[in-house]
Nanobody
Framework: QVHLVESGGGLVQAGGSLRLSCTASGRTSSRYNMGWFRQAPGKEREFVASIWWSGGMPRYADSVKGRFTISRDNAKNTMYLQMNSLKPEDTAVYYC?????????????????WGQGTQVTVSS
């Protein structure tokens, strides 16, 4: 079992930055591929970024490419999402997820473990 806890959300003005953290606990938590997803009010959950257990192969949704950076520090069992040049349309609850198994990295339905989410609000 893997337990995930997100932190770092908050209210920021457009153009600002935030860094989200996702701390994992549990057996072999550092061996899982992980990802960030988000869900805005009235919208479906969408893929934001993913990263291999080794820290390689970062992937991004087109909407955040060039503005967000995903990384992880396995020694700290923590994954990060650095979000720069934030826009009002980035407002959402952000979730971290682990272990997509054999599912595509962008498919949230395939991830076996989820955090509780952290709210990010970007004001215009």
């Amino acid at each position: 079992q893997v337990h995930l806890v997100e932190s770092g959300g908050g209210l920021v003005q457009a153009g600002g930055s935030l860094r989200l953290s996702c701390t994992a606990s549990g057996r072999t938590s550092s061996r899982y591929n992980m990802g960030w997803f988000r869900q805005a009010p009235g919208k479906e959950r969408e893929f934001v970024a993913s990263i291999w257990w080794s820290g390689g192969m970062p992937r991004y949704a087109d909407s955040v490419k060039g503005r967000f950076t995903i990384s992880r520090d396995n020694a700290k069992n923590t994954m990060y999402l650095q979000m720069n040049s934030l826009k009002p349309e980035d407002t959402a609850v952000y979730y971290c997820a682990a272990d997509p198994g054999s599912s595509p990295w962008y498919d949230g339905a395939g991830y076996n473990y989820w955090g509780q989410g952290t709210q990010v609000t970007v004001s215009s």
